[in-house]
Nanobody, 124 residues
Framework: QVQLVESGGGSVEAGGSLRLSCAAP????????MAWFRQAPGKEREGVAT????????SYAHSVKGRFTISRDNAKSTVYLQMNSLEPEDTAMYYC?????????????????WGQGTHVTVSS
């Protein structure tokens, strides 16, 4: 079974920063789209950012654009989510996910492999 392992969550004050990491199996990492999602208490899960395996093209939800950056380290088979200027509304469980495809990574609906999540709390 494919395993995605997130880390880096925690508690921070508004305006602060956190970096999330997601370690993936090498074969998957090189071939598939990767993304970050989040789910706040009482809300539906929403897509946050995506990154393609080849060109490294990225896409972002409107709510995080300009504050969050998704990136990848191919040597470490790891995807990162750098979160700056955090707001209390960013409080959520953050999940790493992959889709069994290499293209059109920006479509959040195709992601089917999930990590266990890492929690982020932003206090005002």
């Amino acid at each position: 079974q494919v395993q995605l392992v997130e880390s880096g969550g925690g508690s921070v004050e508004a305006g602060g920063s956190l970096r999330l990491s997601c370690a993936a199996p090498g074969y998957l990492f090189r071939q598939q789209c990767m993304a970050w999602f989040r789910q706040a208490p009482g809300k539906e899960r929403e897509g946050v950012a995506t990154i393609s395996p080849g060109t490294g093209d990225t896409s972002y939800a409107h709510s995080v654009k300009g504050r969050f950056t998704i990136s990848r380290d191919n040597a470490k088979s790891t995807v990162y989510l750098q979160m700056n200027s955090l707001e209390p509304e960013d409080t959520a469980m953050y999940y790493c996910a992959s889709a069994t495809k290499r293209y059109y990574c920006a479509y959040f609906g195709d992601y089917s492999i999930w990590g266990q999540g890492t929690h982020v709390t932003v206090s005002s």
